[in-house]
């Protein structure tokens, strides 16, 4: 799904959900919604950029305030497969966003797309044991 090259639909605008992670094994999460992305020109620091804005100013972002975002990931893409966690994608390490400089649509994302933010540190561990705490 996110291989590398344009997406082959013509849309070029849509609605992007970036899921701020907060907790892996809490489960705590808060989406943010964008709308009218255009795919064709943003780029992935074009997306950190804004979503680290509304981070530090929009409402009941307070309790993500205090951590250190630092990596996205495609969570799932618009009907695509769906991952067994309800958190994170922890498969396709080739989903990870890591070069803020690829044009959004190159990268196959698109309308619908949900992109994870999260601390890769915190990712990394949960990873080595995904246990979820309630």
Known sequence: MAENGPRSDTSTHGTLTVRL???FEYRTFKNVVLHNIDFANLTVGDIRARVDKEIQTGSGMKPFRNVAFDTLKIYTQAHGAKTNNLIINLDHDDWFLSNDHDILDYRGIG???EI???NR????RFKLNPEVKW
Not at 121 to 124: D, G, L, R, T, V
């Open 121 to 124: 540190e915190a990712y990394e």
């Open 116 to 118: 994870s933010y999260f």
């Open 21 to 23: 992670i907060k907790s």
């Open 111 to 113: 309308h619908e797309t």
